[in-house]
């Protein structure tokens, strides 16, 4: 049975949103909409996941102030 890591989930919305704006400005570089798997879009969401990932993990497993035990 294959183990989804729950951060993930918590993960794929901000990766969402950085594909969506990628696209958006690819788009507007280039003055005509940009499909999803456009390869400059993929690299560059690639070299952004690459420079904020560790940042996002950290940020979506740190406990909430209402989940710490005191």
């Given at each position: ?22 696209i ?24 952004i ?22």
């Amino acid at each position: 049975m294959a183990f989804v890591d729950p951060v993930l989930f918590r993960e794929l919305p901000v990766i969402q949103k950085i594909i969506a704006d990628e696209i958006w400005l690819e788009g507007e570089r280039r003055g005509r909409p940009v499909p999803v798997d456009d390869p400059v879009v993929r690299e560059q969401v690639c070299t952004i996941i690459l420079r904020i990932g560790a940042e996002l993990r950290t940020a979506l497993t740190a406990p909430e102030d209402g989940d710490a035990v005191r």
